[in-house]
């Protein structure tokens, strides 16, 4: 099945480092969304963008929505041991009666480097 | 407030037979999706259950069936197991579509084993 494009695939970075990753797709999405995961677990919700060009902090985290709609980045800033995990970010189509599945990328492994 | 709570945790089948794996969705949802995670890549969809109806599909066989019940909960069904079934089975869910919140929540997963 389709997954969008997500770089780099890996990252190995000290504590401290702020990060950077993005999300690419041939196709629009309406919504965006930014997951992470630990192992042995769901995917957790870090941040939604609705609409093309929103920048929307959580915390340290920041995404943008692109304003192609195609794309979307995630920063982390002044990482910590528990931002360890992989990094997913999913397209959604809707909101919108009968497509209402997420796509999501190939993921990003984030390593924190003692 | 319980979140998104699936069983069994871990399973292992033998290749051939047929698994049932359940779903609660969170307090409030009325929409459950079920994903595929093989290792090393991101869910994939299976397929999406609103109002006791199949709403939409992913590109998986007829082997891959599922269930609604009236309280919103769910099952994911696999008949003629193959070793590639092996993945984690992930339960989403949201509020009803058409909502602008659209922001799906999951559960941590059934770890499917065939062998």
């Known amino acids: 099945g389709q997954q969008l494009n997500q770089s780099p695939q890996s990252m190995f970075i000290q504590e401290g480092e702020d990060v950077s990753m993005n999300c690419t797709s041939s196709?629009?999405?309406?919504?965006w969304l930014w997951y992470k995961q630990e192992p042995g677990e769901g995917p957790v919700l870090l941040i939604a963008?609705?609409?093309?060009?929103e920048l929307t902090s959580n915390g340290r985290l920041t995404a943008q929505f692109g304003i192609t709609r195609k794309d979307s980045f995630l920063n982390i800033s002044a990482s910590i041991p528990s931002d360890v995990g992989i990094y997913f970010c999913a397209g959604h189509d809707g909101p919108n009666f009968g497509n209402e599945k997420l796509t999501f990328g190939t993921g990003t492994r984030l390593t924190i480097i003692p | 407030d319980a979140g998104v709570t699936q069983s069994p945790t871990h399973l292992i089948k033998t290749r051939g037979q047929q698994v049932t794996l359940r779903c609660s969705p969170k307090s409030g949802h009325d929409t459950v999706s079920w994903y595929q995670q093989a290792l090393g890549q991101g869910p994939q969809f299976i397929f999406q259950y609103y109002e006791e109806e199949e709403r939409q599909r992913g590109n998986f066989p007829d082997r891959f069936s599922g269930h609604q019940f009236p309280n919103y909960s769910s099952e994911l069904n696999v008949n003629a197991l193959l070793l590639g079934d092996s993945a984690l089975y992930l339960c989403?869910?949201?509020?009803?579509?058409?909502?602008?919140?659209?922001?799906?929540?999951f559960g941590q997963g059934t770890r499917l084993t065939v062998v």
């Open positions: 196709s629009i999405f309406n919504t």
């Open positions: 963008l609705y609409k093309a060009g």
């Open positions: 989403a869910s949201r509020n009803a579509p058409g909502h602008p919140n659209t922001e799906a929540f």
